[in-house]
């Protein structure tokens, strides 16, 4: 290995989504001395990396540091940025590595998965071979997003010994993302003057859900969303408005987190409230499987850095973020995974799901929701930030509005403005056809996108590169067919068809609002593949009211919790985005909840 030259070298690490990590590298006497980044972390991921993933760097003298479980991008950017400042100070990087470069984990699936035929899960009851290391604690949580956090603070507060292990090496899971919490008279509200009937809301969550769930969940969580919302303010947590997110929310009840994320507005806090109360961390800690005796949970076996650990637990909590980044999973409630985008945490794999599937809790995956949505292959899709793109985002392009949508056949099929009612009514229908496009002209694009900087450049290049063959211009609807084996002569009836609705004013075949209404009058014409875009899965498991894991016949496991995006029983099928937050509410709501009934369980043990 070449001595280096001392001194000090500026590089940068690249990360997700075009973001940047500004490092300094320092060389002392021939050898790796130093990594300072030159701003401060504004993520719980970014902290770990740039802390532990350095500190491993500088110890080992070595580019190998250990993979940070769910930062694969940022640990590569660090990686790349050091070899960067080797090079600069006239070394050669490969002199520092013994093992091959770790590539990103992929963003999309592009091929279909089957479904498993046993689907008992019977691995994950199992007990390993060996164990390593054994522990005790009273409360055991099983993941340290939203829920696992609130809850973790909460059970502190109920004196109980609480013990977080999370898979990935850094706390917020899939709940880093989150913009923003549902709240109903809350203080926040009554300074802006916003007022709203409590039963009015629980009223229209029961219509959109059809009648389908039990409405004393939505009772329990919008009585208790005032006073979670400040509970949480005690803890510290930030807050900055409120308001309807974007005009999409039947009611202006969505509080919003400093910064527009839970990463910046509440992550960092609850951590440090947890830390403050005693709170017992195990992280890069997967749950392998479950510890059930006698009909009792009482905890579980688990994979961590120091090896195979049995955690003995008097209640354990699953709250491991539902089963968004699981296409074999989110294949089994009826979903294409074709070219699945995937915006959630790699971790999402619902862990959860089959633990408490192996521990005989009700199965209500089929049932639950996903956070499904639109988007197209060509246009610009990477990072787990796709949803709120200006242009492939699920509020632009391919949520349709004034497009067209058309299945195999070359029919309509669907409202294409469904997602006035509810935005992800954009992917629902397309669960009952094989495949569906999406039609537009430069006139209806240039409607949609008006404002975005470079709208014109961006899909210029998606048609020149064409990723996924997804994205094709013709002059005329006839060559539009031809792309995706299209009915020619349906698809013209079809898109003429429309065109007279337009004119005219009203839609004869879907009652389509007349502001949604543009005639395609003349091109150049677009026709795009939708293919899915996943954010998480919300449910999976059946719970009670105590947020008490159930079995099929509605009897309680007894020491088994859910939380979070594991339990949520007040949706059936869709997820109703109309009350703005409402997921983020049942994450806080259920994690401490959970905690107060696991210490009465505990107490009559």
């Known amino acids: ?47 770990t990396v740039f802390t532990q993933g350095a500190s491993q760097i500088i110890k ?7 993979a940070i479980t769910g930062a694969t991008v940022s640990s590569n950017g660090l990686i790349n940025a050091v070899a960067d400042a080797i090079k600069q100070a006239g070394g050669n990087p490969d002199d520092y590595r013994t093992k091959a470069e770790t590539a990103p984990a992929a963003e999309t699936s592009t091929v279909e998965v089957s479904v498993k035929k046993d689907d008992d899960y019977a691995s994950w009851r199992e007990a390993p071979d060996h164990v390593d290391k054994e522990v005790s604690t009273d409360y055991l949580i099983v993941g340290a997003g939203i829920a696992g956090l609130a809850s973790a603070v909460q059970a502190r507060e109920e004196g109980m010994d609480t013990l977080v292990i999370e898979k990935n090496g850094f706390v917020a899971g899939n709940g880093g993302g989150v913009e923003g919490i549902f709240g109903i008279n809350t203080e926040m509200q009554k300074k802006a003057g916003i007022h709203a009937e409590k039963e009015d809301i629980i009223a229209k969550e029961m219509e959109l859900g059809q009648y389908r769930a039990d409405g004393a969940f939505w009772v329990d969580l919008v009585n208790n969303s005032a006073d979670n919302i400040d509970w949480l303010l005690k803890q510290g947590v930030q807050l900055t408005h409120v308001d309807d997110y974007h005009g999409t929310c039947m009611f202006p009840t969505f509080h919003w987190w400093k910064g527009g994320f839970a990463s910046i507005g509440y992550v960092p806090y609850m951590k440090k409230r947890c830390d403050e109360l005693g709170v017992k961390f195990m992280l890069s800690t997967s749950a392998i499987s479950i510890i059930k005796e006698n009909g009792i949970v009482k905890g579980v076996y688990a994979k961590s850095q120091d090896g195979i650990v049995k955690i003995n637990a008097r209640a354990t909590l699953l709250c491991t973020g539902g089963v968004g980044h699981s296409a074999e999973l989110i294949k089994k409630q009826g979903w294409s995974t074709k070219n699945l985008h995937y915006c959630s945490m790699p971790s999402n794999t619902g862990d959860g799901y089959k633990m408490a599937m192996a521990a005989g809790a009700k199965d209500m995956l089929v049932q639950s929701p996903e956070f499904m949505m639109n988007y197209i292959m060509a246009l610009p899709h990477k990072g787990v930030h796709l949803y709120i793109d200006p242009i492939n985002g699920f509020m632009s392009l391919p949520s349709g509005g004034p497009a067209v949508f058309v299945d195999q056949d070359g029919r309509r099929f669907v409202n294409e403005n469904a997602k006035k009612y509810n935005l992800l009514y954009q992917r629902m229908a397309m669960q009952s056809v094989k495949n569906a496009y999406e039609i537009f002209s430069q006139d209806i694009y240039d409607k949609i996108t008006a404002g975005i900087k470079d709208a014109d450049k961006v899909l210029a290049k998606a048609i020149e590169t064409n990723e996924g063959n997804s994205l094709y211009k013709e002059d005329n609807f006839e060559d539009l067919a031809k792309h995706f084996d299209l009915p020619k002569e349906t698809l013209v009836k079809t898109l003429n068809n429309y065109n007279k609705f337009a ?49 099929e016949d509605f009897n309680t496991i007894p ?33 401490r909840h959970a905690a107060i009934n696991a210490k009465k369980y505990i107490d009559n043990l």
């Open 559 to 591: 020491g088994l919790y859910m939380a979070g995006m594991d339990s949520t029983m007040q949706y059936r099928n869709v997820y109703t985005i109309t009350l703005g937050g409402s997921a983020c509410a049942h994450n806080v709501n259920s994690g």
């Open 503 to 551: 004119h005219e004013g009203k839609d004869e075949e879907f009652a389509k609002d007349k502001d949604s209404l543009i005639a395609m009058d003349h091109g150049p014409y677009y026709i795009a593949r939708l293919d899915p875009s996943n954010l998480i899965g919300v449910g999976g498991v059946g719970s009670n009211r105590k947020f008490e894991a159930i079995d």
């Open 1 to 47: 290995m070449s001595t280096l030259k001392d001194g000090n070298y500026e590089v940068t690490a690249e990360e997700l989504e075009g973001a940047t990590m500004p490092l300094e590298v320092k060389v002392t006497n021939g050898k790796l001395d130093k990594i300072t980044t030159k701003r401060d972390a504004s993520t719980a991921l970014e902290k």
């Open 60 to 66: 080992n003298q070595n580019l190998d540091m250990d």
